[in-house]
């Protein structure tokens, strides 16, 4: 019986494919049938329609996204340029990355390293003073009296409200931008790092005090390690955010750096330079927050388990 | 006072915490002798008190009335001479099996062994404990009853002058408990430790003890009767079910705990 129904599902397959190859979705629908036989099969099958899924659908979106945008500019918009004039402007622009002309005129990779370096920077400077300070408000309730009310007025404000403050004490628009970053990156690791000192359990303290560790080995071999976790949501939350902060700060501040390069754009009414450089944008949060994925992959000891 | 060979001494212990509902008094008057080598269970009804006993001994809470004394020193705090097995085995998710009795050895024996004894001595509590084929496993990766293998493997190795068992097999299922029990009851006839272990369990006192502690219920808890376990090692647990002195030590526990039923729970 079963193997009768086998062999016909084996023939209408073998038939179909002869004669019409177009129809491959009627026997592979029948091949689900038989799958518990030929898990081989469902396997190759699975592989392929994950691969459309990750593949195709979001090609179909990019897809309609041209589409849309080829129709607004060629009836509403006309003023907008059109897919093969940023294509065009890509191609240009991916050509030559790292040429210097001038301190004011360089390629769009060293744009991009600018930015990076000083969402860098400013997001080091943000760890060595916010963690150190979340442990404080963490493990010292005198210290999160004192502290965290100042911090709950500062947080909700945008760190671009710091720009004027940064130019005044540094006069300079490079330290401007770093200090700007800082006020950006500092909240997360301060509020994360407080938050996972609170959640360390009190066994661990016991175990901590039965071996009677000093200070130091509390600290380095129960705070820290049992911390990282949520440090690490603190540090993965603000480089994000900071990528975000930074384009803006250099449309403010100038010179050399991806969000200046838009703001320069604009200025020089070339919009498909300002298109690649979102496009641009977006693909290196993208590389951050992997670089973040990967960090918390190696050192965040919940996502070890399993 | 007491007897001169007390390896532990609770003298006239008492604990009264500040609640918010205002003073409760937790223990009165404790007064207990635990001499060396010897297996002390201490059983009790919820909430009589019986971990906050444990507690005072291990130095992680210190009394309002009186002390302990291991060795005739007052116990001011926790110490790796007084280990603790927890009960929710408390191993550090971020150390594998290994690293979290290296720990312990590392702390204990800094300057007493160098590196390659810390390490032989590591391994050698894993084995005891069975646990050798899991050293670079995480906690997360290992069941519970292996994880409390672990946990008494982390405190063996600090070479406690007193074991402390804080009902270290409650959270197990029974075939894991028996198995367990097992193993404590051999590391006991091996290293021959002290050790006191809270338990709720009456079958698992009478098994491992040589005397059980039984407690009242709070407030101002104390020891009830003492019931000495005249069974001789070593036990095997099939073997005692039609064991006279086995029965005895086991209905006197049941008679305790029932006379002391609390009644609200009832």
Sequence with gaps: MKSAALTLVDSVEDTSVKAEPVAVPSPSLKNDASTGVSPGMSEARQRVETLLRIVLLPAVTFGLVLLGWTIMQQTLVPSFPDVPAVWNKAVEVFSDPFYVYGPNDMGIAWQVMYSLGRVLAGFLLAMAVGIPAGFLIGANKTFERAWLPLISILRPVSPLAWLPIGLLIFRAVDPSAIFVIFITSIWPMILNTAAGVKAIPQDYLNVARVLNFNRYEMVTRIYVPSTLPYMLTGMQLSLSTAWMVIVAAEMLTGGIGIGFYIWDEWNNLSVPSIIVAIVIIGGVGIALEAVMNAVRRRYDYTLQEG | MSDHQALLHVSKLGKTFNTRSGAFEALRDVELSIRKGEFISIIGHSGCGKSTLLNLIAGLDSPTLGGVFLEGDLVLGPGPERAVVFQNHSLLPWLTVYGNVRLAVDKVFSKKKNTAERDEWTREMLALVNMGHAADKRPSEISGG????????????????????????????????????????????RLGNTVVMITHDVDEAVLLSDRIVMMNNGPAAGIGLIHDVNLLRPRRRLELGENSDYLAARSAVLRFLNEHRIEKAA
Excluded at chain 2, 162 to 176: H, I, K, Q, R, S
């Design chain 2, 146 to 189: 292996m994880k409390q293998r672990v946990g008494i493997a982390r405190a063996l190795a600090m070479e406690p002058k007193v074991l402390l068992l804080d009902e270290p097999f409650g959270a197990l299922d029974a075939l894991t408990r028996a198995q367990l029990q097992d193993s404590v009851m051999d590391i006991h006839a």
